[in-house]
């Protein structure tokens, strides 16, 4: 029997369509767009949450390929909005 071998972070990029980053704390983010129901975020969620520590060197990994930040979405960051409307547009979700 051939095992599978599960990968969270391109679970959440290619079938959940969200962005996944670091913010400026090192802490695992979720990207969502206005398209996404409260299924599937609360799932992305709970994926990112089960797996954050794998997410995590993962995405160290990418920023160390590449130094200039291509992870990060360029619309989340902090100049263009405080935190809370991010929140309110729905441009993120955090991982508590």
Request: glycine content about 8%; hydrophobic content about 35%.
């Amino acid at each position: 029997m051939t095992e599978v071998c599960y990968d969270p972070l391109r679970d959440l990029v290619e079938r959940l369509c969200c962005q996944v980053y670091l913010d400026a704390g090192g802490n695992v983010r979720l990207g969502f767009s206005r398209r996404h129901d409260l299924t599937a975020m609360m799932t992305a969620q709970g994926i990112a949450r089960s797996n954050a520590g794998e997410l995590r060197a993962r995405l160290r990994q990418g920023e160390a390929a590449e130094p200039d930040g291509k992870n990060v979405p360029p619309d989340l960051s902090e100049k263009n909005a405080t935190w809370p409307e991010q929140m309110v547009n729905g441009a993120f979700c955090p991982l508590v």
